[in-house]
């Protein structure tokens, strides 16, 4: 069971909490038959995520193998096999498609943009993967495609700001991850992928900055636009931004500093400066829409 739970890795299903952005944003938090449907949507996204987790364990099983911290992943080291790996991956799969069954709404659209997340994915481990720059791109739509299954659950129309924003920001992510990547080859002269030798520290700092600053322009527009004062009926949006710079600064300090940003979901998980800023934000942004 522990070597399952590995293969199918339920701590990054935190990722698929993007699934809930669009009942937030669009104040519905307290509607319990769409939490309900946000919730449905989340656990079906995360059975999807791991049937991609158990087929990606397949493809990269020899690369694995190689890599100091990968090569324990239970297909790597033995404990599952390749077979079982599969059979995994059609059950998670299965159990996804049944689970979007009991939304009470846009079901046929919802299971859309899981099945078009799984085919883009399952492509992406055979072959994007290889491509420097499309890879995070990939990786950063498939945020945007959580977004829109909460969106078509909830019947919440997601705006542009939350589709632009939400690219930028897991782009930022991406392009943090594979600055460990970078490091990794630095030091051990091995590539950890096989397009690692695209990257480099000079080009990875840039494209973090640039990112990063474009999706703090974003979110700043967004909070003093006059159509989300209108919306949410406050003025006072904006005064979530200084949380935004925080977080964004923290990530960069982990990334650059401490050489912690391989993996954004451990971050979150272990991080408590940034789990406080994450909880300001959260707590602040509702305060102000729910309360002022």
Known sequence: MKSILKVIRPHQWIKNTFVFLPLF?????TDTGLLLNAVITFFAFSFAASSIYCFNDVIDVEADRRHPVKCKRPVASGAVSETEAYAMMLAMLGLSMATLTFLSKGQEVTMGVIAAYW???ITYCWRIKRYAIIDVCVIAFGFVLRILAGSTSTGIVASHWLVMMTFLLTLFLSFAKRRDDVLRMMKTGES???????????????????????MLVCYIMYSVSPEVVQNF??????LTSGYVVLGLLRY????VVDEKSGDPTKVMLHDH??????????LTFLAIIYIM
Not at 233 to 238: C, L, M
């Open 25 to 29: 944003f669009g104040q519905q938090l």
């Open 233 to 238: 009926g406050t003025p006072y949006i904006y």
């Open 252 to 255: 960069i300090q982990l990334a």
């Open 192 to 214: 950890p992928r096989q397009n690692t030798s695209r990257y480099n520290l000079t080009f990875i700092n840039q494209a973090i900055t640039i990112t990063g600053g474009v």
């Open 119 to 121: 085919l883009l994915n």
């Open 273 to 282: 400066f940034m789990q406080l800023i994450v909880a300001a934000w959260v």
